[in-house]
């Protein structure tokens, strides 16, 4: 997976230049329940692995997100 | 599950909404909630208008208020009934049914079926399905199906994850005996170990209402909740339609052995444009054949928004043509299901507006 593709997805949805794998998610004012939304949309849509609400809540940093659907695209590759 | 219907017909359907408009942007106001995220809410979900009931109204009234409506435009006649079913998560009593309490105030005749369904956002396939499956019996020629809710009145106003949204409604749809050789194919699935995604917990007797459920609980977020009002899990029922909702279409198309060109519409539960949007990106559908204009007009009725997008998008059209429509439903329970049918030729396709101060006959 390409983080920096993926920090340009995320940074498109919270609608900002450029976010990066060290940020910390909770300290965008734009990252609500909407945002949250937006995102399970988008990794569903580009990675087609699906994660869950709770799972995106665990997450702190940007970078831990990244690593949670690189994680699920390692399982769904094991299924293959 | 698959299930198959020979030979029946919607003939009717009737749209009962409140009088009383409330926009989402002004009722945000009451929130702490910057103005440029509630704009952008609006655009995004399309959280708009809504309309909710006065203080005090219950199912049964917006359900009398529009079967009135159909006896004096001679759209049904009362004596016609032969079976009353009513799907609706917001009875006006725990007992008795309240299919029995409009059978009564109507004093429609004693030679019928009443009965209550407890279903949400699915309950309008579920209850055609019951209806269908009624339509069977000889004795049984008119089946009136009453999708309402009074959810409005169970969210909590200080809960902008649920109170904006929410809409009440109530839908009449008539069915009946076809007699073209016409084929339905419906399919239905639940989930009850995911049923406290979507649950009022308090109020019945496991939990009853107390003082103390009555209080409210900072849930997170500033917002605030009881425990006898609904609580819906939004993220949690996203992933779910995004996840369940594709494959049972898919299963019961190729069950039918036909592909999504052959047919006009999916008409589905209207929870709000971006899940409706995701879903139809997912299918690669446009979102012209999967419409999700209704929550921006009405807010979301639980099951009634599927009749409310019918006869809002398709209300004169449907009275001389007939389309070949996939219909979708999916929620509390979980449940989800479809159905595919033909759909056309009504004797009416109408929404009126329940008045407050309607004086019964």
């Known amino acids: 997976m390409n983080t920096l593709e993926f920090c340009q997805r995320l940074a498109d949805i919270l609608d900002i230049v450029e976010v990066k794998p060290e940020n910390v998610l909770g300290e965008f004012e734009q990252w609500d329940s909407l945002a949250v939304l937006s995102v399970l949309a988008m990794v569903d849509s580009k990675y087609r692995v699906t994660i869950r609400a709770n799972e995106i809540r665990s997450v702190v940093t940007v970078g831990d997100l990244a690593k949670l659907v690189e994680a699920k695209l390692g399982e769904a590759k094991q299924k293959q | 599950m698959n299930f198959t219907f020979h030979r029946k017909r919607i003939s009717g359907i009737f749209v009962v909404v409140p009088e009383n408009e409330r926009s989402f942007v002004e009722e945000m106001k009451n929130f702490n909630f910057p103005l440029a995220r509630s704009l952008k809410l609006k655009e995004v979900m399309g959280f708009d208008k809504r309309r909710i009931v006065p203080p005090g109204a219950c199912v049964s009234d917006l359900a009398v208020f529009g079967l009135q409506r159909l006896f004096e435009q001679g759209w049904l006649k009362q004596g016609d009934i032969d079976a009353l079913l009513l799907v609706t998560q917001t009875p006006d009593h725990f007992m008795p049914a309240t299919s029995s309490l409009i059978q009564g105030r109507l004093g429609l005749k004693q030679d019928m079926l009443c009965l209550d369904i407890n279903q949400a956002c699915a309950g309008f396939v579920i209850g055609l399905m019951q209806a269908f499956m009624l339509l069977e019996q000889e004795s049984v020629r008119k089946v009136v199906l009453i999708n309402a809710d009074v959810l409005s009145r169970k969210a909590s106003p200080k809960d902008r994850n649920i109170y ?59 917002n605030l909740r009881a425990k006898d009002h609904v609580f819906m899990d939004g993220s949690a029922i996203f992933n779910f339609v995004q996840t369940e909702v594709p494959p049972l279409i898919e299963s019961l198309l190729a069950w039918a052995g036909i592909s999504t060109d052959s047919v006009d519409y999916f008409l589905c539960h209207q929870p709000n444009r971006f899940m409706l949007q995701k879903l139809a990106d997912k299918m690669k559908l446009s979102y012209a054949k999967m419409p999700n204009n209704i929550v921006e007009h009405f807010g979301n009725s639980g099951s009634v928004t599927i009749p409310t997008l019918i006869a809002f998008n398709l209300g004169e059209r449907l009275l001389k043509e007939t389309l070949h429509v996939c219909l979708v439903g999916f929620g509390g329970g979980l449940a989800w299901g479809a159905m595919l049918l033909d759909l056309g030729k009504l004797d009416f396709n109408a929404i009126v507006e329940y008045k407050e101060n309607h004086e019964y006959a």
């Open chain 2, 164 to 222: 904006p949204l929410i809409g009440d409604a109530a839908s009449i749809t008539i069915l009946e005996r076809d007699t073209q050789d016409s084929v339905i194919y419906s399919n239905l699935k639940a989930d009850g170990s995911r049923a406290e995604a979507l649950m009022i917990p308090a109020g019945g007797l496991r939990l009853p209402s107390t003082p103390e459920t009555a209080v409210l609980e900072d849930v997170g977020d500033n």
